[in-house]
């Protein structure tokens, strides 16, 4: 892979000496192979380059952006030009207090696996086939879908004061779905997992537990509405996060007073068993990076510690206009950087802290209650409020998993969520770029299904 920070800086020069008073450089390389099963049949594959050179302006505060897919000097030119024009064009912006200055950031440990840089097309394909198949391991599967994904790229950053890096990233992700059937009952399973290191292991797993929660929620039952305790698994534990917390520290949306969070630094917002962090540095974690995507070190910072909201998120915008430090949290665009659109803000990993209950210790806990795996519903982050369909989930009885529930919802605001929170598993794992154990809520409203 090709080094850009050389060619980075000098795109700086050549937008500064057309007019702009400030300016950042962005150029990425990306590789992304996909393989995807659809009800056990290969449904499509792909690989996509996608090179590219990013330009933001400013003048007076006001931004120009523009873009070039050629790295040849007359088209870098071109969008050079018309990034500054667009900034001399635009309403000057005083609240605009400069991009962040030089420094020279810390390598984070385990951003890039050469065992994924080194597979080819034909090896995603088996590893889709690798998933399917273990998903669907038992004849009472009757449908999987499967799909998985492999991405290298390469990132570097250069600005007018002087900060000039690049960094490598590579992702491997792959989620499953397993449809089981008995008679007239059917239920679907689904699992997924993101890291940026090749294990195979992965695959099984993921498979696996697609395969026995199909299985397990063969066995449909019904519930009465009523407030009832509630074991989040990981994964509809970090869906809700990311957006509850990860969306609701956004420093633009709380200085537009558009989050439930506004207002709250300093307070309360859960139970003394809720901490979370956000930390780029977590090696293999699919967020992690050196520097972020204006070039600020990465760095460790607590959100919520033991249930009090102590930093929102910051990129250099949003930092001056309230004459803070950014938090290292302005992001080119996911696992694998992007000089598509301009830099916005975003939760790296955000980490929930664990607790001392494992999961079998949660349920046996739980005399009456449920067990949602998944939802796919996101919180209002205006209001607070977050009403969801159970995608996933069974019945507890008597401190034992119980069948799967049909059609039923939950709904609470987000703070009576997280003030509820009075176990907290011992084990993590990431997901939806979260890494959180399984949680209990002690109390919410369900609606029932009959």
């Known amino acids: 892979m090709r080094d850009f920070k050389e060619l980075a800086a000098k795109v700086v020069d050549i937008t500064l000496k057309l007019g702009a008073s400030n300016c950042d450089v962005a150029i990425t390389d990306t590789t992304y192979m996909s393989a995807e099963i659809e009800k056990g049949s290969m449904k499509q594959t792909s690989l996509v380059s996608d090179p590219g050179i990013s330009i933001r302006a400013f ?34 912006d005083p609240e605009f207090k400069g991009l962040p200055g030089k420094s020279k950031p810390t390598e984070v440990a385990g951003l890039y696996d ?6 080819q097309p034909d090896d995603v394909v088996q590893l889709a086939t690798r998933l399917a198949e273990s998903a669907g391991s038992s004849k009472l599967i009757t449908s999987v879908n499967a799909v998985v994904g492999v991405g290298v790229g390469q990132a570097a950053i250069a600005n007018c004061n002087g900060f000039v890096g690049s960094q490598m990233f590579t992702t491997f992700e792959m989620t499953a779905e397993a449809v089981a059937r008995s008679g007239s009952n059917m239920f679907s399973g689904s699992d997924g997992d993101w890291s940026r290191r090749f294990s195979p292991s992965l695959v099984d797993r993921v ?4 395969m026995e929660y199909g299985l397990k929620g063969l066995r449909h039952g019904k519930l009465k509405t009523g407030d009832y305790p509630v074991v989040l698994d990981p994964l509809a534990a970090g869906f809700i996060l990311i957006s509850a917390i990860g969306g609701g520290v956004n420093a633009e949306g709380v200085q537009r007073k558009r989050t439930y969070l506004a207002g709250m630094l300093g307070k309360s917002i859960g139970s003394e068993a809720f901490t979370v962090v956000d930390d780029p540095k977590v090696k293999w974690a699919p967020g992690s990076y050196s520097f972020d ?35 290292g949290n302005s992001s080119r665009g996911g696992a694998l950087w992007s000089f598509r659109q301009p830099p916005s803000i975003s939760p790296s990993n955000l980490i929930v802290r664990t607790g001392d209950s494992s999961f079998d210790e949660m349920v046996s806990d739980t005399k009456a209650g449920v ?5 796919y519903d996101y919180p209002n982050l205006s209001t607070g409020e977050f009403s969801g369909l159970m995608m ?12 799967s529930i049909r059609q039923s919802t939950m709904g609470a605001s987000l703070l009576e969520l997280f003030s509820r929170i009075d176990l907290v598993g011992k084990k993590s794992r990431d997901a939806f770029g979260v890494r959180t154990p399984a949680i209990r809520i002690s109390k919410v409203r369900i609606g029932g299904s009959n």
Do not use: C
């Open 371 to 375: 067990f949602l795996r998944a939802t």
């Open 392 to 403: 996933e989930s069974f019945e507890i009885v008597k401190g034992e998993l119980g069948p």
């Open 207 to 210: 498979g696996s537990n697609a």
């Open 293 to 327: 995507g204006e070039g600020v070190p990465a760095k460790r910072k607590t959100i919520v510690d033991r249930g009090v909201l102590k930093a929102f998120l910051y990129d250099s915008y949003t930092a001056g206009k309230d004459s803070v430090e950014s938090t």
């Open 114 to 119: 050469s065992r994924l840089v080194a597979l």
């Open 59 to 92: 003048w007076k505060g006001s931004q120009g952006f523009a873009v070039s897919t050629d790295t040849d000097m007359t088209s870098i030119k071109r969008a050079a030009g018309l990034a500054v024009s667009q900034a001399k064009a635009g309403t000057p």
